[in-house]
Every structure is written in C-alpha cells, then in structure tokens.
C-alpha cells in the first residue's frame, strides 16, 4: 500500500468481514453469497474506502476487485440521510462494457439485498432508454453504467449528480483507451466537493495515474500481488501455426477436448475462444457448431438482446464454446471458464493478461492456448518474458497504456523494417519451438527483475478493435 507524502496512514488490512464494522445486513448479505473471508485486495481496500479515502486499487484477474469496491459502496449508501423525491443517485460506478456493468450491477445488489428500499439501476446502451428514465427518476442509490448512457440521462436530465459522493470507475484503463476520458471528465468535474473516487483494475498504465493525480484527492495506492501481469492461476500455452492453418487447427482442438470428455462422461471445458474481428467470430461460431461443438459468439456487432442470449447460453451450459472480441476481455467472470484460446493474440500485452484472466478466478486453476504466427513476435517474446517472470517468482510488471503502446508501436516498425536481424530459436516448456528477433531478446532474460521493473515496451496497437462501429462498446 503506497500512501502520498505527508499524508495520514492507511487504515490496515482486516482479514476478516466480521472486523470491517459493516452493517448487520451487508454483513448478513456477505454470508448469503458465501464468502468467508475478504480476498487480499478486499482485506487491503475495504477498511481504506470506508476510511473515506480515494483509492487507486490493482489486483490480478479475477481477484475479488468487484466486492473490494461494491461492499463499501453499499455501507456509504446507508450512512447517507435518506433519498429525496428528484435525488439523484448516492454512488456511480462506470465500466467499459454493457456486459460488465451488467454484471457489476448484479454482483453489487447481492450486498444490499437485505437492506430496505435499497434500488440499484443499471443504465447501458443498446437498451430502452425510457424504462431506464423511470427508474431513475423512482430514485436509485446506486447507478451502475457504461460512461455513454449515463451522459445521456444527465444531459436529459433524468438524473443528477447532486448527491453522488462515490465514484468507481472499473477498467479505468480501458475506458480511457477506448476514448471514454471525456464522459468520464464531465461527470467527475461536475461533482459535489464531498465525494470519493476510486480507479480498480489489474493494469495500470501511466495514464490512469495521471488522471488520478488530477481528479483523486491523495489516493492511496492499494496494489495486491503481481499487477499488470498474468495470473499465475492459469497455465499458459503457445503454439506456433501456420495463418491458414489457425480455423482447422482451433476446430480439431475442440473437437478433441469434446471426445475426451464424452469418452470420459462428462461435459466438454468450458472455453472462450478470442478472435480479433466480429465477422470472424460469428464464422468460428457457426462452423464449430456445424462441427458439433455448442457455440455462441459475443461481440458488438449484435444487437444487445444477441450479446446477452449468447452469454446466457454459455453461462448455463447451452454452449460449451464463447467466441468472442475483446468485448469479453475485461471483467466478466463466469463460473467455470476452464480455457481460453487466444485465436488470434491480441495486439497489445494488457489485453492478453485480461483475456487468459477470465479463468483462473478466484483461486481456481485455469489454462490458456494461443496460437502464433511468425507476425506475432513481439507478444510472443511479451508472454514468454512474462513466464520466465511468473516461473522465477520474480515480482514484474509490463509498461502498460497508451504511451507505452506509442512507444512500442515504433520499435515493432523497426522490427518489421529490419527483419533480416538473426533470430535467436527458443525452447518452452511445453517444447514449442519460438523464434525470437535479435531485438527483443533484452526481454528473455531471466534474471531477477526489481519488483515493478517495466520491461521497455508493451502491446503493438490501438486499433484491436478497428473494424468497430461508432457503439460505445463496439468491439
Ligand atoms: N471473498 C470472496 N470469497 C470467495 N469468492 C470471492 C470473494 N470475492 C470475490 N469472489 C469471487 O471471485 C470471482 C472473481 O471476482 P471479480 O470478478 O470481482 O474479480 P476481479 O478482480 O474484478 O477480476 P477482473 O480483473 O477480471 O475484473 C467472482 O466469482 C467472485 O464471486
Ligand atoms: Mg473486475
């Protein structure tokens, strides 16, 4: 926990809910959803939010950051004197995608469920906007949104800001990747003065830390284990083929794993299968299901009724394969996500340690594929740092966010540039052979790195999702 100069002391870590001073029906709450104990970012932020502090929270995928900002959110809901007829809401928390705040929203009203009157709205494109404005104006504590829409009911004035005094921005790296900033700027400057802001997400590019230090008030920078790195829960796998050769390849993979599972009475592992283009995903989908493997495929080319019936038949076991763009990259967490195949990789570092995250949750173990072609390079050598890194036990963390990537995107030109660099030949773990450009060697080392030591560059692109609509999730 990194506190500001001259600042008060955090509160310390508690390790147990019971300490937390939480209301009898949070705390009721909490035992309905069975956790037992706070996970280590809960333990660490929880008794540093209800302190009233601004925080900058970092913990790897799938480590408890939803219930770390949601459980306070709800006890400062409660200490507020009661809503008014024309209040607006107590709390906000903004993400990037529908699908997440969808979830936020679900996972949030688990802790108010025995609290009376207690409303949460969820407030996202792609859905009826006038259902949205009456509940809004019923009067809500809670709104959980995509930075879009919420302007939206701002700017019709279906709700206000009056008494917002608790802002999350979940994925704040994305959000602002995604050109979310002024959205996010609007609603921060037109704040009450009395308010807390917190910024969750397991990477944190300088950006994030610049607009914290311009709209947090001395944030305490709550960080849990390995940040801006892959969670050692998952497995991770390369494989090197050939372009053409990726949909035969990903098909016999999926049909194997189905054989084996029938062969052994059971069902197929749960997987999600990430492409880098919409059309591509509805391909891969329709031929796996002509191939009799169950699949369904998210991105934001479908309408929302579509995005939210594919999600749906793959949380309840209708379809044992999710393709998807990097629409499902942040934040979703389904229960039993055994796989993730990285189809194609994405072009940038973060968006790999967010897509093999969505298993490996919660503790679970989980394991990750990803095919590579000769033009995946540099994320190769990315990943197979990072696995020397995870190996060693070496605390490290990758140069994440826009800059970075600018950065990045320079040297790879080089690269291509000067491909006749001699290639140094590499062996993994699981014996796959990877070739790696002279250039990027400096980032096999396996040396100790210092704890927090970027590595000199990061992810390739801005344009993974290029082929986007002007949605506001659109991948
Ligand atoms: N204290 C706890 N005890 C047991 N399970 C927990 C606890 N806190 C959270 N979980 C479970 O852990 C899983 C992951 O939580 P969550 O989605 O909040 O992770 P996250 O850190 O936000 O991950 P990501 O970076 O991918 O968004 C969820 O299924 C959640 O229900
Ligand atoms: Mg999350």
Not at 17 to 33: A, P, Q, T
Not at 75 to 91: S, T
Not at 320 to 348: F, I, Q
């Amino acid at each position: 926990m990194e506190v500001p100069e001259n600042e008060a002391e955090a509160p310390s870590a508690i390790e147990s809910f019971e300490d937390m001073n939480l209301s009898k029906d949070i705390m009721m709450d909490i035992r309905h959803r069975e956790y037992d104990k706070p996970s280590p970012i809960q333990a660490q932020a929880i008794p540093v939010i209800l302190s009233g502090r601004d925080v900058l929270g970092c913990a790897e995928t799938g480590s408890g950051k939803t219930a770390a900002f949601s459980i306070p959110m709800v006890q400062h809901c409660l200490n507020q004197p009661p809503l008014r007829q024309g209040d607006g809401p107590f709390a906000i928390v903004m993400a990037p995608t529908r699908e997440l705040a969808q979830q936020i929203e679900a996972e949030g009203k688990t802790f108010s469920r025995s609290s009376k009157g207690f409303r949460t709205a969820i407030i996202v494109g792609g859905t009826n906007m006038y259902e949205q404005r009456s509940m809004l104006r019923g009067g809500v504590q809670i709104i959980v949104a995509t930075p879009g829409r919420l302007l939206d009911h701002l700017q019709q004035g279906n709700t206000n800001l009056a008494r917002v005094s608790f802002v999350v921005l979940d994925e704040a790296d994305r959000m602002l990747d995604m050109g979310f900033e002024p959205q996010i700027r609007e609603v921060l400057m037109n704040l009450p003065k009395r308010h807390q802001t917190l910024l969750f997400s397991a990477t944190m590019p300088s950006e994030v830390e610049a607009l914290a230090s311009e709209y947090l008030n001395k944030p305490v920078k709550v960080k849990v284990g390995q940040t801006s790195a892959p969670t050692a829960n998952v497995s991770q796998h390369l494989e090197k083929v050939v372009d053409g050769e990726k949909v035969n390849r990903l098909v016999a993979m999926l049909i194997g794993e189905k054989n084996e599972a029938t062969k052994l009475g059971s069902d197929m592992p749960m997987t999600v299968v990430f492409v880098e283009r919409k059309n591509r995903a509805d391909e891969i989908a329709e031929l796996l299901n002509a191939e009799g493997v169950p699949a369904a495929a998210l991105h934001g080319g479908r309408s929302q009724a579509e995005r939210e019936a594919a999600l749906q038949d793959y949380k309840e076991g209708r379809c044992s394969v999710l393709v998807a763009t990097d629409v499902a990259a942040r934040g979703l967490d389904v229960k039993g996500v055994a796989h993730v195949v990285n189809m194609d990789l994405p072009r940038n570092f973060e968006d790999y340690v967010h897509r093999i995250g969505r298993t490996g949750r919660a503790g679970m173990s989980g394991r990750s594929t990803s095919f590579y072609t000769d033009r995946d390079s540099f994320i190769v050598a990315q990943i197979k740092r990072a696995l020397m890194e995870l190996e060693a036990g070496n605390a490290f963390a990758f140069a994440t966010g826009k800059e970075a990537r600018a950065k990045e995107r320079e040297e790879a030109k080089a690269w291509r540039e000067g491909r006749q660099h001699q290639a140094a030949v590499l062996e993994t773990d699981s014996g796959v052979t990877i070739a790696v450009e002279d250039k990027f060697k400096h980032m096999m080392v396996s040396a100790p790195a210092a704890a927090g030591s970027a590595a000199p560059t990061a992810g390739v692109a801005d344009a993974a999702w290029s082929d986007d609509d002007e949605d506001e999730d659109g991948w």
